[in-house]
């Protein structure tokens, strides 16, 4: 799609929520305003809005919380934060971080810090338009607000302890709706995006589509409750997935030491009784196998992540939680003999596997579930497999694991190829704490039904 029609079409779903005509308004009256250098006035009434998605809440954590939204032109975006319902005390949180602001013309992302555990928040985004002409010659030419006061809650061990999980969804809007429908009956505290949420992106404009204008009917899906993502393999495919981080963006760099730089992805949060921690499987194939040509780096990242695991569960939130529940996309064990480890050097090919890349991830599973299996973690979430399982603890592994389902509908292949498979189906895996248990539904998105119940007692 070019980006122009893109930013008609989303400006038109904007429009149709009804948030975005005051703003427009609101913009016209303060550009007629502008002037150029010279003294000409600059027309920008006919741009169309600025600000052409709701916010979407990135990152869930206890003392901070990341604000992104597109906009259609050069912009400075903020967020007006406060604790009282009208925004009373807000204050004016501008994008970006020391230094300059990150000005955009796609994608805003603020960063509120400092902010209370187990704290309800108002908030509001607004942008200035900016012209931008040279170094000496920036002005701001308009300004839009959505109108709208959402809020949030952060994290904490007071907050009420109740997540939900999808993953795979791959930009498919049937099954990414009804998932989004689902979580909004639930209304859990945060949701766990748990990979694959895209294909292979070339364009920012692309992943802006999947995260901050997807073609959903709730579009605001993300406005209230916040999200935490566990990238899937194909989250790193394309120009533009190598750094998605400009659409969802990284934790905050003070959440992490200096070591931990570049793990920006990983989370440990305290959500009242549970401890939720995510960690990213990476790439399904290895860094060798020649159709990577030497551009991934998952072996060292996954290493990389044992340090900061180790010190994760030494955390006192993290250590006095009951629950420990961790996630990542590609499964930790597989009893099938012909699933693909994903250590099968140079290449990903061995005639005993069915696949040429990996089913589950062994190596993951070597170096990160000995940590978590004497922690304590009582369930590990996974996704990839596109087929929903439950392995069960055995006495070998004390873990269960969840494999959510992927966005298959309940059949496969189309035309003439289309077959009825009952067992494909995508899930929202909901975890809450009830009555001393952390009780686990598997929502199974096709038949509208709870697929399977689990519980889970407190680790000793
Ligand atoms: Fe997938
Ligand atoms: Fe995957």
């Not at 052409?52 to 967020?79: C, H, K, R, W």
């Not at 159709?291 to 060292?300: D, K």
């Not at 996974?382 to 070998?396: E, F, K």
Request: hydrophobic share 35%.
């Amino acid at each position: 799609m070019k980006r122009r029609d893109f930013i008609k079409k989303t400006a038109l779903m904007a429009g149709a929520a009804g948030w975005a005509n005051n703003a427009l308004a609101n913009e016209t009256k303060v550009s007629q305003l502008a002037l150029g250098n010279e003294g000409q006035q600059i027309h920008i009434a006919d741009q169309g809005p600025l600000i052409i998605s709701a916010p979407m809440l990135q990152n869930y954590a206890e003392t901070s919380m990341g604000v992104a939204f597109a906009v259609s032109d050069l912009a400075n975006g903020y967020v007006i934060v406060g604790q009282q319902p009208d925004l009373s005390d807000g204050e004016k949180v501008k994008c970006g971080g020391y230094r300059t602001t990150e000005i955009s013309d796609r994608v805003i992302q603020v960063r509120l810090i400092n902010l209370q555990p187990n704290t309800t928040y108002y908030y509001k985004i607004g942008a200035d338009r900016i012209h931008y002409g040279g170094g000496y010659d920036m002005k701001i030419i308009g300004n839009e607000e959505d109108p709208r006061i959402y809020y949030f809650t952060t994290a904490g061990s007071r907050a009420p302890a109740h997540f939900c999980v999808i993953n795979d969804t791959h930009a498919r809007w049937e099954p990414l709706g009804l998932a989004i429908e689902k979580i909004a009956t639930l209304k859990p505290q945060c949701v766990i995006w748990n990979g694959d949420a895209t294909n292979v992106e070339e364009t920012i404009e692309a992943q802006m589509r999947i995260f901050l204008q997807p073609e959903i009917e709730r579009i605001e899906y993300a406005s209230e409750i916040p999200y935490l993502f566990c990238p899937g393999n194909h989250d790193s495919r394309g120009m533009a997935n190598r750094h998605l981080e400009k659409v969802w963006m990284y934790r905050q760099p003070e959440e992490r030491a200096s070591r931990d730089w570049d793990l920006g992805r990983n989370f440990a949060v305290r959500m009242g009784e549970v401890a939720l921690i995510g960690l990213d499987t990476a790439e399904d194939k290895l860094d060798t196998n020649p159709i990577f040509a030497g551009l991934f780096n998952s072996g060292e990242y996954r290493e990389a992540q044992v340090a900061w695991l180790h010190d994760a569960l030494q955390r006192p939130e993290i250590v006095s939680a009951p629950y420990l529940v961790a996630f990542c996309h590609i499964p930790l064990f597989d009893a099938n003999p012909h699933a693909n480890p994903g250590d099968v050097a140079p290449a990903d090919k061995d005639p005993q596997y069915t696949t040429d890349f990996a089913m589950w991830q062994r190596t993951c599973a070597q170096l990160w579930t000995p940590l978590l299996a004497e922690a304590g973690c009582q369930l590990i979430i996974t996704a990839h497999q596109h087929c929903y399982r439950y392995d069960a603890p055995t006495t070998d592994r004390s873990w269960a694991q969840i494999v959510g389902g992927g966005p298959e509908m309940g059949f496969s292949g189309s035309g003439e190829n289309r077959r009825e498979r009952p067992e494909l189906f995508p899930t929202v895996i909901e975890g809450e704490v009830q009555g001393g248990k952390l009780v686990v539904k598997v929502h199974n998105l096709v038949t509208g039904k709870v697929q399977e119940e689990f519980s889970f007692k407190r680790r000793s």
